[in-house]
């Protein structure tokens, strides 16, 4: 069974960072894709990065330049580094794993089938 365990959302003043963290357990982590999204309230569900097996990376264009996803499969964890936070970043955040391995990733939630339960991230103006 696959579980995906978030941590490391808080409250944080704009321009600062903070760096989430989603524990992986139930399978081989190393050879599927890990994505992030976000939820603000009454709003969808949008992407915000991914990782393939192969560590490439893809950014939403509304985080590049400051979100940094990594991970690292010793540890079985995919992180977000989020840097220069601002009052609209203000979500939800969630971890997203697909069923098949080896996929290069996706940027739309249909392309996984295991969420975490999400961690709160609020930036204050």
């Known amino acids: 069974q696959v579980q995906l365990v978030e941590s490391g959302g808080g409250l944080v003043a704009a321009g600062g960072s903070l760096r989430l963290s989603c524990a992986a357990s139930?399978?081989?982590?190393?050879?599927?894709?890990m994505g992030w999204f976000r939820q603000a309230p009454g709003k969808e569900r949008e992407f915000v990065a991914f990782?393939?097996?192969?560590?490439?990376?893809y950014y939403a264009d509304s985080v590049k330049g400051r979100f940094t996803i990594s991970r690292d499969n010793a540890k079985n964890t995919v992180y977000l580094q989020m840097n220069s936070l601002k009052p609209e970043d203000s979500a939800v955040y969630y971890c997203?794993?697909?069923?098949?391995?080896?996929?290069?990733?996706?940027?739309?939630?249909?392309?996984?089938?295991?969420w975490g339960q999400g961690t709160q991230v609020t930036v204050s103006s």
């Open positions: 997203a794993a697909p069923a098949r391995p080896y996929q290069s990733g996706s940027s739309s939630r249909s392309g996984y089938d295991y």
């Open positions: 139930g399978r081989t982590f190393s050879i599927y894709s």
């Open positions: 990782i393939s097996w192969s560590t490439s990376t």
